[in-house]
T-cell receptor, first 116, second 114 residues
Framework: AQKITQTQPGMFVQEKEAVTLDCTYD???????LFWYKQPSSGEMIFLIY??????QNATEGRYSLNFQKARKSANLVISASQLGDSAMYFC?????????????FGRGTSLIVHP | KAGVTQTPRYLIKTRGQQVTLSCSPI?????VSWYQQTPGQGLQFLFE???????NKGNFPGRFSGRQFSNSRSEMNVSTLELGDSALYLC?????????????FGPGTRLTVL
């Protein structure tokens, strides 16, 4: 079975500073994908970044980067230069084979609040 | 390009009833996935449809079912509603090439079971 753990229920950061949101995962599948999503208070999930298990380079998308440490089974999200609009819930997820189906598993999320 | 749309946005039902939720994917997307989000269980995958066929399935009872039409629109049905089915139901679409990389989510349908 696959599992995602996000140990930080809430995080606070000052505007313009960088912040790291932690995510560890567990799977026996050698081929998997790791994702981060943002969910503002409006409820809509927004895709941020993807990392494949065989990707050699850490994924980056604008101000978002994924710090992928395969041996440690961690996939931390780094947001540089935080903005007030970054305040939201952030979910780490992975997609791998479970019971014959290729399904996504989500963590419980981290609530990020950006202070001015 | 229009985003993923879900109807209705809010729904109130009573125990024992059944409900049908609708999802229209982004034009050109052939994959539609459904998720349930609750405070207690978090975000859980229900099932995924691709070209009218269920491609992947999560661990939910048979009361939860879905289908996809030839225009890629999808419906999700829950029969014999229970109080625990109260949740935000999210639909997501992706193109066939990006099926496992990037999904675009709709605003969700908030279902309340009384």
């Amino acid at each position: 079975a696959q599992k995602i753990t996000q140990t930080q229920p809430g995080m606070f950061v000052q505007e313009k500073e960088a912040v790291t949101l932690d995510c560890t995962y567990d799977t026996s599948d050698p081929s998997y994908g790791l994702f981060w999503y943002k969910q503002p208070s409006s409820g809509e999930m927004i895709f941020l970044i993807y990392q494949g298990s065989y990707d050699q380079q850490n994924a980056t998308e604008g101000r978002y980067s994924l710090n992928f440490q395969k041996a440690r089974k961690s996939a931390n999200l780094v947001i540089s230069a935080s903005q007030l609009g970054d305040s939201a819930m952030y979910f780490c997820a992975m997609r791998g084979v479970t019971g014959g189906s290729y399904i996504p598993t989500f963590g419980r999320g981290t609530s990020l609040i950006v202070h001015p | 390009k229009a985003g993923v749309t879900q109807t209705p946005r809010y729904l109130i039902k009573t125990r024992g009833q059944q409900v049908t939720l609708s999802c229209s994917p982004i034009s050109g997307h052939r994959s539609v996935s459904w998720y349930q989000q609750t405070p207690g269980q978090g975000l859980q995958f229900l099932f995924e449809y691709f070209s009218e066929t269920q491609r992947n399935k999560g661990n939910f009872p048979g009361r939860f079912s879905g289908r996809q039409f030839s225009n890629s629109r999808s419906e999700m049905n829950v029969s014999t509603l229970e109080l625990g089915d109260s949740a935000l139901y999210l639909c997501a679409s992706s193109s066939d090439r990006q099926s496992y990389n990037e999904q675009f989510f709709g605003p969700g349908t908030r279902l309340t079971v009384l």
